[in-house]
């Protein structure tokens, strides 16, 4: 384990593989759900009134509120970084194990979804280039490698 520093946040243990050997998805994984996570806590509001929100505050912008969340931060190469960021956006994705609404109805209630990209984070607010999630109740926030989310996003598709 190698000890994570990020500013303004406690120091978390990150589990690091040696280069050459060989990590299982269900290793990756394992790591990911059941590894130390920072507690976070989204919105309060109940469903109703979360939809109701916002669906005031943003009329025309997709969203998806979702329950049981992880923030993912991605820890990159130097390169993989300066692309991202490039681009406008950040290296932390969303997982949400359970979709309570989506207004585009890509998603279904209850599904699970692995995000792209951050493009803005703000309290319970979540952005990626095309959808505004709204973390409800409570969550998580962890370091993770692209591995990891990468076998995440794989395990996600092949239980559709």
Known sequence: MNRIFTPGQPAIEAPVYEVGTVTSDS??????????????????????ELIRL???????????????????????????????TVGGQQPVVLYAQNVVKDSGGRRQP????????????????????DTLFILA?????????????????????ASC
Not at 58 to 81: A, H, T
Not at 112 to 128: A, K, L
Not at 137 to 157: D, I
């Open 27 to 48: 290793d990756l994984l394992g790591d990911l759900f059941y590894g130390f996570a920072q507690p976070l806590h989204g919105s309060w509001l109940s469903d109703d």
């Open 54 to 84: 916002t669906q005031e505050a943003y009329p025309s912008k997709p969203y998806c509120i979702v329950r049981n969340w992880m923030l993912l931060d991605v820890m990159l190469s130097e390169r993989l970084r300066k692309e991202i």
């Open 110 to 129: 209850d599904d699970s979804v692995c995000t792209s990209f951050q493009v803005f984070f703000d309290d319970c607010f979540f952005e990626t280039k």
């Open 137 to 157: 109740g409570r969550g998580s926030r962890k370091h993770t490698n692209l591995l990891a989310v990468a076998a995440l996003k794989a395990s996600l598709s």
